[in-house]
């Protein structure tokens, strides 16, 4: 586990935020259906387009405990660093991802950002014309899905450092 303090470091950094609650043991049938329903909405996804997507939108909720762990799970999954560094920005660095891969992450912003208004059909359509109905379906679902995890990781202050590649499998 990497820790982030004067004795490993040789750094004072600041301490870390403790937890508000965790939400997994006190609603723990809501814990277990969210697993239930991230695995589901995976089926038949490219798993690195998945963790680019949850990183994604993780960046834009400002979930720390959720890009810690896509951002390990994609480098164990064999994702780039350089792939991963560039998501922030993304439409500034899009010569590193497919057109797929593009149209992906534009809806990841579209269906996070609902403030800016509704998905836009151009949005849509572009994903539509790169993923089949069903694909489509299930990445819409991965969106949703993170987007949850997000609100769960940030309102209850889950802090980032401890998760494992594997550990929630």
Sequence with gaps: M?????????????????????WAEHAPAVYKAMIRVDA??????????????????????????????HTRDALAAGETVERI?????????RHFYTEKELAALELTEAITVLTDGFVP???????AA????????QLIA??????????????????????RPGQHA
């Excluded at 059909?121 to 994903?127: F, G, I, Q």
């Excluded at 991965?142 to 998760?163: E, M, S």
């Design 85 to 93: 560094v560039q998501l922030s920005a993304w439409e500034e660095s």
């Design 40 to 69: 589901a909405a995976r089926q038949g996804l490219d798993p690195t387009l998945c963790e680019l997507v949850r990183i994604r939108a993780s960046q834009i909720n400002h979930c720390a405990f959720c890009l810690d762990m």
């Design 121 to 127: 059909d151009a949005v849509y359509e572009k994903a």
């Design 2 to 22: 990497t820790t982030y303090d004067e004795s490993t470091t040789g750094a004072a950094y600041a301490p870390e935020r403790p937890a508000r609650t965790d």
């Design 130 to 137: 790169h993923f089949d109905e069903a694909e489509l379906s």
């Design 142 to 163: 991965v969106i949703a899905v993170i987007n949850a995890w997000n609100r769960f990781g940030v309102t209850t202050r889950k802090a980032p450092g401890h998760y």
